[in-house]
């Protein structure tokens, strides 16, 4: 998987294959996300930390190790090659630190010079194949005691900068057992880094085909246009022919003054045709008003017949009353 920060530069092909690539990236990390298992699991993560190797101190010496993290807040002691580990659950890697405190039997050494963040410690090298655990060796300088207190570097008399005194060098074996949580955390970040890479690469595929669309627009000559155009209109015969209104033709001479006479009787004739279409449309038509209002008349006779006959029993029932006996 490429970076999210995509290359302005590259070319059309690359831009699909990249969104190709993200794409397959995606599926393979929801298909891990779906192995991990029970999203609800509340196995906690462990890390493991081991003495393992000491420089500076004479081989009479017995040094003695603190360690105290700071998320959870615990503290653990640890002797060189001893059988003990120091054991920390339910650890932040993300903002935890660990401060590591050196001592000879009951003679304080120092304490190690920063903080060790835990979080390079702990990255799962293939979030998608995680392993059980991942050890990491880590070497700490143990600086004098006297001087933790001070800056990490003091100004001497002559201006030069002068580095705290280092008692000894002591090297941790740190393993870490990621939890499910962990897993996912670590997928759900690699996940969102690859949709990021996704969007920008799509950014740059439709900015390339614009550009693409644009150029080929541009590449076409405005005169070829013009040309076929014109070449288009000469080449086709007139839909209409000069002198259609001109019914009697060349043969006005021929026939003299009847032509005023088939003129108008013409305009006559198309003056009913119009007259009758019209009078069709609106009144004896389909969308006429009259066979819309007989059409919702039909409809509704019922309803007519009901109220009518209703409102002639309230209003005049006496006209069918039978005469008095006699």
């Known amino acids: 998987m490429t970076d999210s920060s995509t290359k302005s530069t590259m070319t059309l092909s690359e831009a699909r294959e990249e969104v190709k690539k993200c794409d397959q990236e995606i599926q393979s990390i929801k298909a891990a996300l779906r192995g991990i298992g029970n999203a609800n699991s509340s196995e906690p993560n462990s890390l493991e930390i081991e003495f393992i190797k000491v420089e500076g101190l004479p081989e ?5 190790l603190s360690l105290q993290l700071s998320s959870p807040i615990e503290e653990r002691e640890l002797t ?35 903080p060790i963040d835990i979080a390079p410690l702990c990255a799962l090298d293939d979030p998608k194949r995680p392993k059980d655990e991942y050890v990491t060796e880590v070497p700490i300088a143990i600086v004098a005691a006297a001087t933790t207190d001070t800056e990490t570097a003091t100004d001497t008399e002559g201006g030069e900068v002068q580095a705290e005194p280092v008692v000894c060098s002591v090297t941790l074996r740190v393993t870490y057992k990621p939890s499910p949580k962990d897993q996912r955390e670590e997928l759900y970040d690699l996940l969102n880094k690859t949709s990021q890479s996704k969007a920008t690469a799509l950014g740059e595929l439709r900015k390339l085909s614009i550009e693409r669309a644009k150029a080929g627009a541009s590449s076409v000559p405005a005169d070829k246009s013009s040309t076929a155009v014109t070449t288009t209109t000469s080449n086709n015969k007139p839909s209409v022919k000069p002198g259609f209104l001109n019914k009697g033709g060349s ?24 007259t009758m279409k019209n009078w069709y449309g609106r009144v004896t038509g389909p969308d006429s008003i009259a066979m819309k209002t007989a059409f919702w008349a039909v409809v509704t006779k019922d309803f007519w017949l009901f109220f009518g006959s209703v409102g002639f029993m309230h209003f005049r029932g006496n006209v069918l009353s039978l005469p008095p006996p006699v």
Do not use: C, H, Q, R
């Open 60 to 64: 009479s010496a017995k040094p003695t």
């Open 80 to 114: 060189l090659n001893g059988e003990t580990k120091a054991i920390f659950t339910g650890v932040e890697i993300s903002m935890a630190t660990l401060t590591v405190d050196a001592k000879d039997a009951d003679i304080p050494l120092g304490t190690s010079s920063n």
């Open 251 to 274: 043969g006005g001479d021929k026939k003299g003054g009847n032509d005023g006479d088939n003129g108008n009787s013409n305009k006559g004739v198309g003056f009913v045709m119009s």
